[in-house]
């Protein structure tokens, strides 16, 4: 248990971290993509150490599946509370930009904030390990050059997975987007829980480009561009979809819609309609 405490105090420094910038940026909503760095911070540190929990807690702490896939499904439910609109996810900023709900200024900006803070969280949880808390982090300083990759399977067989869980996870999102907070983050939280487990023989479905940066891309087995057909692209394609099968049309490309047809919201008095018809 002394594993756990040490994993939960890390916890618990890494969300007030991301409270406190949030906090801090209220009466500031110019510089939102800083809050982007800090979800995307808070979201990668505390990833980092469920991953430990998982690769090494089973054996060297006692700690059994059930008990990581609720501190994550708590993890993703704690960052969805405190960021709130802040994702730390590349891709849900992109969907922003192509629903023309944001500059091309403030999205590459918040796309960048994003990596910056997922390299960041990447040093500080290598320095955490180095500190050797516990035996589980002793073990996982050992093996921090020498990581295991998430992705285990081929470059295709990545990138469908990759895509279809982002496209579940946008469509789904989407749906929810005008639902009150109480409901959208839970029902987000189960869902990236449950597609992380279903995927973690796969690709762990991160759905997240700079998160798959942060925990994934370091570690040998696959090259950065490999990785990035997966991580990256995959989760673009799914985004893309679900996004064109929900609104009919991208709005940044065409502005037609393709699939739906769109209703008047007038409609002309039937006695006018047969006046036309008789001249």
């Known amino acids: 248990m002394s594993g756990l405490n040490a994993s939960l105090g890390y916890f618990l420094a890494v969300v007030t971290f991301g409270a406190a910038v949030r906090a801090l940026l209220a009466k500031w909503p110019r510089f939102s993509f800083i809050m982007e760095f800090a979800s995307s911070f808070m979201l990668v540190a505390c990833w980092l150490e469920v991953q430990t929990i998982v690769e090494v807690g089973q054996w060297a702490g006692g700690l059994g599946p059930d008990v990581t896939v609720t501190i994550l499904f708590v993890v993703l439910l704690t960052h969805g509370v405190i960021c709130g609109r802040a994702s730390g996810n590349p891709a849900l900023i992109l969907r922003n930009f192509l629903q023309l709900e944001t500059s091309t200024l403030l999205t590459l900006l918040a796309v960048a904030s994003q990596f910056l803070g997922a390299h960041l969280a990447l040093v500080v949880a290598v320095y955490y390990w180095g500190l050797e ?116 049309h991208i709005p940044r490309i065409f502005a037609k819609n393709l699939l739906y047809f769109q209703k008047t919201r007038f409609r002309v008095p039937k006695g006018n309609q047969a006046e036309k018809k008789k001249m």
């Open 133 to 248: 808390l516990t035996d589980m982090h002793m073990i996982k300083n050992l093996m921090a050059r020498e990581c295991s990759t998430s992705l285990l399977v081929s470059l295709l067989q990545g990138f469908f997975t990759e895509s279809v869980c982002a496209f579940v996870f946008h469509l789904l999102h989407l749906n929810l987007r005008r639902r009150s907070a109480l409901i959208q983050v839970p029902v987000i939280a189960i869902l990236l829980t449950f597609l992380s487990s279903a995927a973690s023989g796969y690709t762990s479905a991160y759905l997240n480009p700079s998160l798959a940066y942060g925990v994934t891309f370091h570690c040998p087995g696959f090259t950065f561009t490999e990785y990035a057909v997966v991580y990256w692209l995959g989760p673009l394609t799914g985004m893309t979809l679900a996004l064109f099968l929900y609104m009919g």
